[in-house]
């Protein structure tokens, strides 16, 4: 589907249609396996863009680990929940891509347990106010 191509991501990588419909997505790393801030690593033209203010109301623990998250990747809570979102939105065979890379889902697993999150990514239907 998609030849070896370096990637803006740090990644070089090529999909794969299997006879069943599948896609494989086959990447390694270009240099170290680091999170670069959006803003670093996106060598495509800039996009001028407009930001508004969006009330957001997250889960006190979610809150916590997102900060620990952005500081991690050395960006904004902003840049991280934006580089997350466009992330979710992108269609990746029979999922959605991930801006993280296996490093960092490590990290992010430790930042649950530190924060005391035990529930899935389904939890947040379950959620009720105190």
């Not at 009330?55 to 904004?76: F, Q, T």
């Not at 809570?77 to 296996?102: D, K, N, Q, W, Y």
């Amino acid at each position: 589907m998609e030849p070896p191509t370096d990637k803006p991501w740090n990644l070089r990588e090529c999909h794969i249609r299997h006879p069943d419909g599948h896609t494989f997505r086959i990447g390694a790393g270009i240099g170290e396996d680091v999170d670069v801030p959006t803003e670093v690593r996106n060598t495509e033209r800039p996009l001028r863009i407009e930001r508004v203010d969006v009330p957001v109301r997250l889960e006190k623990r979610i809150a916590a680990l997102l900060h620990d998250l952005a500081a991690h990747k050395g960006m904004s809570i902003t840049s991280c929940l934006e580089e997350t979102l466009l992330h979710t939105f992108e269609r990746m065979g029979s999922g959605v891509a991930s801006p993280h890379t296996r490093k960092t889902l490590d990290y992010i697993q430790e930042l649950k347990r530190k924060h005391g999150i035990d529930y899935d990514s389904h939890a947040s239907y379950r959620f009720v106010d105190r």
